[in-house]
């Protein structure tokens, strides 16, 4: 049988591509890559296609939410399954970067190692916890498991995607302060930077929050309008670009994160709504963990966000984040000091494809 090593150098890989979320991208086994990063990230440019605007001598769909990488192995660590490391891959830059995690992509990594024979699918359900290499967090999945065989068929919609699939809960847990070692890197709920109201905050994704119409924008536009909007495009790399360094992420200039999240009132009786840039363009929908963040920020005293939301009582509290493509459920659970502790959100996920793809 042929070696990962030898497979390599004939050009041949093996690949599973899954829609993960309102994400798609490729799964590999960290076996079947090379374990030098800068080899890994040339083949890894070379699958997608990029640097290309159209990614159209690779697998890439010329977007940077179906420009996607899991790689994944068997854990050595107490109490987990399987390490997950995302990177993203740039469309029309030759940069892959591992700056952040994906809770998008995260959802396919469960039913990947089921697949891969990393974990053992027990009846009916089959809890996976995930050790994101990125972040350092720790998630447990969910995945839908009769006779012991992965299954993607199932009655659970999320906006963004068409159609039904098999329901993928996902448990965050110690997410605060993951990428900036602090919930509030600043310290502040609320800071000015660069003339801007801003809130910076990390609960499993790195995001900065202002409010829409302090950009100049109502908050309702497509992604295609402010894609096309180069004044106010260029007003949050600025911010970020500054955000960067208070948030203890350093020049971000080449990074990924963090996220700029523009927040204005829900329109149709969610928490709260969102544009978000991820970083240069604008989000079809809103990340995993992005959602996170701003969930947490809705419910925390101060933020930008919280004289916007729509919140209520409880121990326990679902928050509705709106975003151009619908909204996405959060289940946030109060610590007894009031703050936002533990975070779950459904997500789906289904195998596109499994077989090799070629370098050469």
Request: aromatic share 4%; charged share 20%; hydrophobic share 40%.
């Amino acid at each position: 049988m042929p070696t990962a090593s030898s497979s390599r150098s004939s050009g041949a890989i093996r690949a599973m591509w899954m829609r993960g979320g309102t994400s798609k991208g490729g799964f590999f086994l960290a076996s079947d890559l090379p374990s030098d990063s800068a080899e890994r990230d040339a083949i890894l440019l070379r699958i997608m296609g990029s640097p290309d605007a159209r990614q159209i001598d690779g697998m890439g769909g010329a977007d940077p939410l179906t420009s996607k990488v899991a790689i994944v192995k068997r854990s050595e660590r107490a109490g987990v399954d399987v390490d997950y490391l995302f990177l993203q891959v740039f469309v029309d830059k030759a940069i892959v970067t591992d700056g952040q995690t994906c809770g998008n992509i995260l959802a396919g990594v469960a039913p990947f190692a089921i697949e891969r024979g990393l974990v053992e699918a027990k009846d009916d359900v089959t809890e996976v916890a995930i050790y994101m290499e990125n972040t350092g967090q720790i998630a447990i999945a969910e995945v839908q498991t009769p006779d012991r065989v992965a299954t993607y068929k199932g009655q659970s919609a999320i906006d963004g995607v068409p159609g039904r699939a098999a329901a993928i809960p996902i448990t965050f847990r110690d997410s605060a302060g993951s990428s900036c070692g602090a919930l509030l890197p600043s310290g502040n709920a609320m800071d000015i930077v660069e003339g801007f109201a801003v809130t910076m905050i990390d609960n499993g994704m790195p995001c900065v929050l202002v409010k829409a119409e302090d950009m100049g924008i109502s908050g309702t536009e497509k992604p295609e309008q402010l894609d096309s909007l180069s004044g106010v495009k260029s007003k949050l790399e600025h911010l970020r670009l500054a955000c960067g360094y208070l948030m203890q992420l350093g020049d971000v200039s080449e990074k990924s994160v963090p996220k700029m999240v523009m927040v204005s009132q829900a329109l149709y009786g969610g928490a709260i709504n969102t544009r978000s840039f991820i970083p240069h363009s604008c989000h079809k929908s809103i990340g995993v963990l992005g959602a996170v963040s701003v969930a947490t920020a809705c419910l925390t005293k101060g933020t930008v966000a919280h004289g916007l939301a729509r919140i209520e009582e409880g121990a326990k509290q679902t928050l509705s984040i709106e975003h151009p493509a619908g909204e996405m459920s959060v289940v946030v659970s109060i610590d007894p000091d009031g703050s936002a502790g533990r975070a779950a959100i459904l997500r789906t996920a289904r195998k596109l494809m499994d077989g090799t793809v070629f370098t050469d």
